[in-house]
């Protein structure tokens, strides 16, 4: 994959070409959906997740010419070549731009300029309803929220300056038990030397006492979502913040997403997205920041010449389980990436990652449901539980709708497209099978037939 640079991943506008089919589509929420005829859509444009660009521009590189059944490279259906541009803003500003906590109603738009959304954050009830109520009548089960691919959370370090690490897991770099996460998270690990997991060491000794900082995005976002969803799993307390006494799961969706505990002395951004955090904790030593693998490894930040093993800047190996009993107990740990922390893209190593639901099923029955609390099965540790490949996963989502005609300012055309892109994402031999190699992974096998499924069922 072309390595893009970070100013391209901030403005990037993606040309995809849009995919249908001729027939009219039984939808959950509506008595008959409809679309127009494959590739004869209007050019569209979505937004929101950061998490997603890099996706977006991998499925876009070869949308234009894919061969796949889905494509629109004016070989399929009408031959015609519709375009769908996506900008990278924020989870919170797609979910905002679709009416889930807006602040003005000036900035909810439902027509062929704000299409679809991409949100790493999975809309909640209360989101879900916001939303809803958008429409000229309320119709239960409209709104899909479509998880398109896995990724993995990265959290990486800039060392104090002058300072280097390694471990006894992952020579020249650091390596973060569950409990440590949780720790450095949640203000009660505030210095290096701090960080003493599986012969975690940094030299000079000096380095211990250097103060950690953790530096997190200013907006409401995805990773931080999919951050405190995890460290909810360890820690089912409650933390002190500015508005009261929260728990992490709390903490990660709505309104309290930008929100951290009050013992944590954060450092935000100034501008939207992961790059940007990955600017900002590259320019402060001894800082600490997460994001997507694959966003991060396209800013060449943290990896490559003069980054990883054996230099301050890296990210971590996160613990997924443990093996033994009693004194010969050992944490386990796994990179974000299958080929580690290297320059050169690869895919997010979830392959085998398992989910939960919460007290639910995994995978909710269908994409017009609830998957906010969906994360990852269990952190490692004592119980011996243990994550085959990294635990720090999840999915991002494309939020769509089963009935356009409902929603303002939209149109058959309009809904064609969005069907038709989106169920290129969705195929098995399309859009996600691009995912692998681009530092994302397609969904489980188990999570596939609802994304198809819920693709099919867009229309007007």
Same mark, same amino acid.
């Given at each position: 994959?072309?390595?893009?640079?970070?100013?391209?991943?901030?403005?990037?506008?993606?040309?995809?070409?849009?995919?249908?089919?001729?027939? #009219?589509? /039984?939808?959950?929420? $509506?008595?008959? &959906?409809? !679309?127009?005829? %494959?590739? =004869?859509? +209007?050019?569209?444009?979505?937004?929101?997740?950061?998490?997603?660009?890099?996706?977006?521009?991998?499925?876009?590189?070869?949308?234009?010419?894919?061969?796949?059944?889905?494509?629109?490279?004016?070989?399929?259906?009408?031959?015609?070549?519709?375009?769908?541009?996506?900008?990278?803003?924020?989870?919170?500003?797609?979910?905002?731009?679709?009416?889930?906590?807006?602040?003005?109603?000036?900035?909810?738009?439902?027509?062929?300029?704000?299409?679809?959304?991409?949100? #790493?954050? /999975?809309?909640?009830? $209360?989101?879900? &309803?916001? !939303?809803?109520? %958008?429409? =000229?009548? +309320?119709?239960?089960?409209?709104?899909?929220?479509?998880?398109?691919?896995?990724?993995?959370?990265?959290?990486?370090?800039?060392?104090?300056?002058?300072?280097?690490?390694?471990?006894?897991?992952?020579?020249?770099?650091?390596?973060?038990?569950?409990?440590?996460?949780?720790?450095?998270?949640?203000?009660?690990?505030?210095?290096?030397?701090?960080?003493?997991?599986?012969?975690?060491?940094?030299?000079?000794?000096?380095?211990?006492?250097?103060?950690?900082?953790?530096?997190?995005?200013?907006?409401?976002?995805?990773?931080?979502?999919?951050?405190?969803?995890?460290?909810?799993?360890?820690?089912?307390?409650?933390?002190?913040?500015?508005?009261?006494?929260?728990?992490?799961?709390?903490?990660?969706?709505?309104?309290?997403?930008?929100?951290?505990?009050?013992?944590?002395?954060?450092?935000?951004?100034?501008?939207?997205?992961?790059?940007?955090?990955?600017?900002?904790?590259?320019?402060?030593?001894?800082?600490?920041?997460?994001?997507?693998?694959?966003?991060?490894?396209?800013?060449?930040?943290?990896?490559?010449?003069?980054?990883?093993?054996?230099?301050?800047?890296?990210?971590?190996?996160?613990?997924?389980?443990?093996?033994?009993?009693?004194?010969?107990?050992?944490?386990?740990?796994?990179?974000?990436?299958?080929?580690?922390?290297?320059?050169?893209?690869?895919?997010?190593?979830?392959?085998?990652?398992?989910?939960?639901?919460?007290?639910?099923?995994?995978?909710?029955?269908?994409?017009?449901?609830?998957?906010?609390?969906?994360?990852?099965?269990?952190?490692?540790?004592?119980?011996?539980?243990?994550?085959?490949?990294?635990?720090?996963?999840?999915?991002?989502?494309?939020?769509?709708?089963?009935?356009?005609?409902?929603?303002?300012?939209?149109?058959?055309?309009?809904?064609?497209?969005?069907?038709?892109?989106?169920?290129?994402?969705?195929?098995?031999?399309?859009?996600?099978?691009?995912?692998?190699?681009?530092?994302?992974?397609?969904?489980?096998?188990?999570?596939?037939?609802?994304?198809?499924?819920?693709?099919?069922?867009?229309?007007?």
């Amino acid at each position: 994959m072309k390595v893009l640079s970070v100013r391209r991943l901030r403005s990037i506008s993606v040309c995809i070409i849009s995919v249908a089919t001729t027939a #009219a589509i /039984a939808s959950p929420g $509506a008595a008959s &959906a409809s !679309i127009g005829a %494959q590739c =004869s859509g +209007v050019n569209i444009t979505g937004q929101g997740a950061a998490v997603e660009i890099v996706a977006q521009t991998t499925w876009t590189a070869n949308f234009n010419i894919s061969p796949d059944k889905f494509a629109c490279s004016g070989k399929q259906g009408t031959k015609k070549t519709p375009t769908v541009t996506y900008n990278g803003t924020s989870s919170g500003a797609g979910l905002r731009s679709f009416g889930a906590e807006s602040k003005s109603p000036a900035e909810i738009s439902f027509g062929p300029g704000n299409a679809f959304v991409a949100s #790493a954050e /999975a809309p909640n009830a $209360a989101q879900q &309803a916001a !939303i809803l109520k %958008q429409e =000229s009548t +309320v119709t239960e089960n409209t709104l899909e929220t479509l998880p398109v691919a896995q990724f993995s959370l990265t959290v990486y370090a800039n060392l104090p300056t002058g300072c280097t690490a390694t471990s006894t897991d992952a020579p020249g770099r650091l390596v973060l038990s569950d409990a440590t996460l949780q720790g450095i998270y949640a203000g009660t690990i505030t210095t290096w030397g701090q960080i003493t997991d599986d012969g975690d060491t940094l030299t000079p000794s000096t380095c211990n006492t250097a103060s950690i900082v953790p530096v997190v995005r200013n907006e409401k976002s995805g990773t931080a979502n999919v951050l405190k969803k995890y460290l909810g799993l360890i820690n089912t307390g409650t933390l002190v913040t500015a508005s009261g006494n929260e728990t992490w799961d709390q903490l990660s969706e709505g309104k309290l997403n930008a929100t951290w505990p009050t013992a944590l002395p954060v450092v935000k951004t100034t501008a939207e997205g992961d790059a940007a955090e990955a600017e900002k904790t590259a320019s402060i030593p001894g800082s600490i920041g997460f994001s997507n693998l694959a966003e991060l490894r396209v800013t060449n930040l943290f990896s490559g010449a003069g980054n990883g093993a054996g230099t301050g800047k890296f990210w971590f190996e996160i613990q997924n389980g443990s093996k033994g009993k009693g004194k010969s107990l050992k944490l386990t740990y796994a990179d974000p990436s299958s080929n580690g922390d290297a320059a050169t893209a690869a895919s997010a190593n979830c392959k085998k990652t398992a989910y939960t639901n919460g007290p639910n099923p995994f995978p909710p029955p269908a994409v017009t449901g609830l998957w906010n609390e969906v994360t990852t099965a269990v952190p490692g540790g004592p119980s011996g539980l243990t994550e085959k490949t990294y635990s720090l996963c999840n999915f991002t989502y494309a939020l769509a709708f089963t009935t356009y005609s409902l929603l303002p300012g939209t149109s058959e055309a309009e809904a064609t497209a969005v069907n038709n892109y989106l169920r290129f994402v969705s195929d098995k031999s399309g859009g996600q099978k691009e995912l692998t190699g681009a530092d994302y992974l397609a969904v489980p096998k188990e999570v596939l037939p609802k994304l198809v499924e819920g693709t099919a069922a867009i229309g007007f």
